[in-house]
């Protein structure tokens, strides 16, 4: 009895350090919310296979022409501020202006969102995934929520096209 539940216990901790280290795999759409693309009926929507681990690994997305762009994700660690490397632990309304990526956020998600949500988070990665076309798409994805909320995976994104997208996981 006492080898049978040492070997299911083993077999258990193999299992589980392999599924982490292989990681896991999240599907999501990349909803056009304006340029180009809002043109077009019906409405082209991009999709994306994201993989992680404990934390993000790569990103994969289809666009609706068949082009394959592929990142991998970076953490933006609390207190940085992205696109700004010479102000480490600077997380205030004037510095976090300089983010690239924050007027999507405020387009897609309302005025000052990234300043409030966003900024600062635990959970905030980016990526710039390059096409096998041409194609270059600017993400960002952070969790939402607390240990005592529901949490959500949200995310921006924008193209060289003129495009914007609202991320969506499934």
């Not at 258990?12 to 809002?38: D, E, N, R, S, W």
Request: charged share 20%; glycine share 8%; net charge neutral.
């Amino acid at each position: 009895m006492k080898k049978t539940l040492a070997a299911i216990l083993l077999t258990t901790a193999i299992l589980l350090t392999t599924a982490l280290m292989l990681g896991c795999a999240a599907k999501a759409h990349f909803y056009p919310v304006q340029g180009p693309l809002m043109s077009q009926t019906p409405l082209p929507v991009p999709t994306a296979k994201i993989t992680y681990g404990v934390t993000p690994h790569d990103l994969i997305v289809t666009l609706p022409d068949g082009e394959v762009c592929k990142g991998h994700w970076t953490i933006v660690k609390r207190g940085e501020v992205p696109g700004k490397t010479d102000a480490p632990g600077k997380t205030d309304a004037k510095d976090a202006a300089t983010s690239p990526m924050q007027s999507d956020w405020d387009t897609v998600f309302g005025s000052g969102y990234y300043v409030a949500h966003v900024l600062g988070t635990k959970y905030y990665a980016r990526t710039t995934a390059t096409g096998n076309r041409g194609t270059v798409l600017h993400v960002e994805i952070y969790v939402s929520g607390t240990e005592h909320e529901e949490r959500a995976l949200r995310g921006v994104a924008h193209d060289n096209r003129d495009n914007l997208y609202k991320l969506t996981l499934d």
